[in-house]
């Protein structure tokens, strides 16, 4: 049940290289949404410096904007819940969200950040109307773009789950990449349950693929926004690549990815069985 003048809001959550920022970035262009940008994150939602910026040439694009979300909960990237919710933080949260929606003059706020998947009851509990967009996908696809990064940056790639999971530290890069996926998706699923069922809608990557006006029209719907012929603009043109894990991973590497990321690939419905 939404607080008394509370405002609309709505959060992009998953685990990172699931699909969420494409979706944020063409769910964004929908004119009913203010969301966070490279403008507002600079001046830390200062709007006055925000509508100069606007006057010289500044243009928005929707980001994550982590320099707004820092102090407004502990340190330490772990799970949050209502019990970590301070009334400070709250009220700083709803300062943020209201002064996106006046800027924009739009009526509801949208954000994205992968770190949202472990503070879902948190955020439930400082904006109890809020709703919940989980973005999943096949953890097979994820695991192999995690372990590239891994690769690329030759370190354990992602500031999400190191802390909460500190056994994630231990492990070569496939099985970090699949115990990546799996636990963050768990987790951000587990809390999604324990809310209302009108309040979370999960998108799967592959119907967002494969029928993306369909997606984004249940997802506006689902956020009581309107939809129709004039949003068609909005639907981008995207291709799947979730079989590139078959040809990118070794032969040991899909096993020790599969070891680690087995058992939610299954819950999930993504491996019917142990044989890849």
Not at 212 to 219: F, Q, V, Y
Not at 220 to 249: Q, T, Y
Not at 261 to 267: D, F, K, P, Q, V
């Amino acid at each position: 049940m939404s607080l008394p003048d509370e405002p609309r809001s709505v959060f992009i959550v998953g685990c990172p290289r699931s699909g969420t920022s494409v979706f944020f970035k063409t769910f964004s262009q929908h004119p009913s949404f203010a969301f966070t940008t490279n403008l507002t994150r600079r001046f830390r939602s200062h709007f006055p410096l925000v509508r100069m910026a606007e006057m010289l040439g500044g243009k928005h694009r929707p980001v994550e904007a982590a320099a707004l979300w820092k102090g407004l909960w502990p340190t330490g990237v772990v799970e949050r819940t209502a019990e970590d919710l301070t009334e400070s933080q709250r009220r700083r949260l709803l300062k943020m969200v209201r002064g996106h929606i006046r800027h924009f003059g739009r009526p509801v706020f949208l954000n994205k950040k992968p770190g949202m998947a472990l503070r879902i009851r948190w955020l439930a509990a400082a904006l109890p109307g809020c709703r919940i967009i989980h973005v999943l996908r096949d953890g097979r696809s994820v695991a192999n773009s995690i372990l590239e990064q891994c690769k690329k940056a030759d370190k354990r790639w992602s500031y999400v789950g190191r802390e909460m999971w500190p056994e994630l530290g231990s492990m070569n890069y496939a099985r970090f990449s699949g115990g990546l996926w799996s636990r963050i998706t768990r987790v951000c699923d587990d809390a999604c349950q324990t809310l209302p069922r009108e309040q979370v809608l999960t998108v799967r990557y592959e119907d967002f693929v494969s029928n993306t006006a369909g997606t984004l029209s249940d997802a506006a719907d689902f956020c009581g926004v309107p939809w129709g012929k004039e949003h068609a603009h909005l639907i981008p043109e995207l291709s799947s690549r979730n079989d590139k894990w078959k040809r990118m991973m070794t032969a040991e590497e899909q096993r020790d990815m599969l070891e680690e990321a087995g058992e939610g690939l299954r819950h999930f419905g993504y491996l019917q069985d142990s044989v890849c």
